[in-house]
């Protein structure tokens, strides 16, 4: 997309792409200009990596929604470069009006919607940059996928992508940018770091930079930022910070915290583990069997790869299963992983509908996920409807038990995640010792093992990893089911 040209030798020159950092955290900003060691100290996650694959495959896919005539491309075939003012932007696509002499710009982006509270601001510095330049701006547009676009046989570009005309929203904010801008170009000038935190103290933990532990070195790794929805508390987290008070214990009796961020709060305060064994045995009571232990590892595709699918929708590839007849039965184990370049979904299903029956209750972590995918699949092949509407009617959410806070540990750090759970009920089990540890990586390697170049020993070696690593979440899920039923 946007090629950022900042470099140390040019500290008077704002790209966009700082400009939106700014926006964000302007101590970040800084760091990003003066500090790249800090900045990039920390490694790209899968996820972070997979967003740059993802909006360099949907540019790619953008280009082609242009006849090539009508781009003012005089020597770029992507990305005209526009510079001015200590203001510089890569322009992803460049229309020229030959009639009146006038452009529109188009700014693609690998979303599904526009984000007005980011995109509106990214297309002004370009409008605004380009009008620097001397151009006549007709039109600032914005491309994202359709998500409403169904595939049926080869892309339809013109289809798969929406253009909104935000001309007249970004001329509304050409004044306030244009002073914004300014402050920023002075702001990132600056040769001395500026002093004190980054705006980000202010957010709770999801929303903070990635230099956060720089700019902030009084906050401990688990702080009042990590309280449950602190970030949505506003005026607490304010006047927490205001009051620098970072760490938990140091909460006074006057911030009044919801029931879910007390309890929190408690158990890391006074070591204290709150069970509820009466809802507990209440809940798992109600579980007849055989019980089904399901996880679906899924690839979310913003270009549709397959017939039936739309951007962003995931497309489920493996599962694992773990299944108790009774209390006292053999648990046994089944799973799925379709390693080639194709649609899995019947696949999936026939060997899904295998082995579950139509007795006895699926449980799963996080039901919402899981039953999403079950009414997509059910979409798509009419025959297992069914099937899959059967299943969604008997799945229970193992992860209800901990969001309801039936049970709190100092350990789970306000967290419903697994991954923090596990550790707790049942600490013989791990993730770490694993090769791929989270449903990022492993959406990702079953990416490249269907559409790289691999060996076939490389391939089954990566299969292998995905298989450990989806049987674990089962039986996960079977560990800390039965530590719970044993209240």
């Excluded at 229309?95 to 007005?116: F, G, M, P, Q, R």
């Excluded at 509270?117 to 914005?142: E, R």
């Excluded at 906050?219 to 005026?235: C, M, N, T």
């Excluded at 579950?356 to 972590?365: A, E, N």
Aim: hydrophobic share 35%; charged share 25%.
């Amino acid at each position: 997309m946007v090629r950022d040209m900042i470099s140390l030798n040019q500290m008077t020159t704002l790209s966009k792409t700082n400009y939106l950092v700014y926006r964000d955290c302007k101590k970040n900003a800084w760091l990003k200009v003066h500090r790249p060691d800090i900045y990039n100290a920390s490694q790209l996650s899968e996820f972070e990596k997979a967003i740059i694959e993802i909006g360099n495959e949907v540019e790619r896919e953008a280009r082609k929604f242009f006849p090539d005539d009508i781009l003012y491309q005089p020597e770029f075939k992507k990305d005209l470069p526009a510079q001015a003012g200590g203001f510089f932007a890569a322009i992803d696509f460049l229309e020229h009006h030959l009639e009146t002499d006038e452009y529109s710009i188009y700014e693609v982006k690998a979303s599904n919607e526009t984000k007005e509270s980011v995109h509106l601001y990214d297309l002004a510095f370009q409008y605004i940059l380009l009008k620097n330049c001397g151009l006549k701006i007709k039109s600032a547009n914005l491309m994202h996928l359709n998500s409403a676009y169904v595939r049926h046989g080869e892309l339809d570009i013109k289809n798969l992508f929406t253009v909104d005309d935000l001309t007249e929203q970004v001329k509304e904010i050409e004044k306030e940018v244009r002073a914004e801008m300014d402050m920023a170009l002075q702001y990132i000038a600056q040769d001395k770091e500026p002093s004190g935190n980054c705006d980000c103290v202010y957010k709770g933990r999801s929303k903070h930079c990635t230099t956060f532990s720089h700019s902030n070195p009084e906050v401990p790794e688990y702080s009042i930022h990590d309280i449950a929805r602190i970030g949505l508390s506003k005026a607490k987290l304010n006047e927490l910070i205001n009051s620098e008070i970072f760490h938990i214990k140091d909460i006074p009796e006057r911030i009044k915290l919801s029931e879910i961020q007390q309890n929190q709060v408690d158990a890391h305060i006074l070591d204290r583990v709150l069970i509820n064994k009466i809802k507990i045995s209440e809940e798992l009571g109600e579980l007849k069997f055989p019980l089904y232990f399901l996880d679906y590892e899924t690839f979310p595709c913003a270009i549709p790869r397959f017939d039936g699918f739309s951007p962003y929708q995931q497309i489920p590839f493996q599962f694992s299963l773990h299944m108790l007849d009774s209390k006292n039965s053999t648990l046994k184990h089944f799973e799925y992983l379709h390693t080639e370049n194709s649609d899995p979904s019947r696949a999936f299903a026939e060997n899904l509908k295998k082995h579950i029956t139509g007795q006895g209750i699926v449980i799963v972590w996080n039901k919402k996920f899981e039953c999403k995918i079950n009414e997509q699949l059910g979409d798509r092949l009419p025959e297992h409807r069914v099937f899959f509407e059967d299943i969604n009617s008997r799945t229970y959410d193992l992860m209800d038990i901990f969001s309801k806070q039936y049970y709190v540990h100092k350990d789970f750090r306000g967290s419903t995640s697994i991954k923090y759970i596990l550790p707790v009920l049942a600490p013989e089990l791990s993730y770490k010792d694993l090769d791929i540890q989270e449903g990022g990586t492993a959406s990702q390697a079953w990416n490249k093992i269907t559409t790289g170049d691999f060996t076939q020993e490389k391939k089954q070696q990566i299969a292998k990893h995905l298989r450990e690593y989806c049987a674990l979440d089962t039986y996960a899920m079977y560990a800390i089911w039965n530590q719970l039923q044993s209240f």
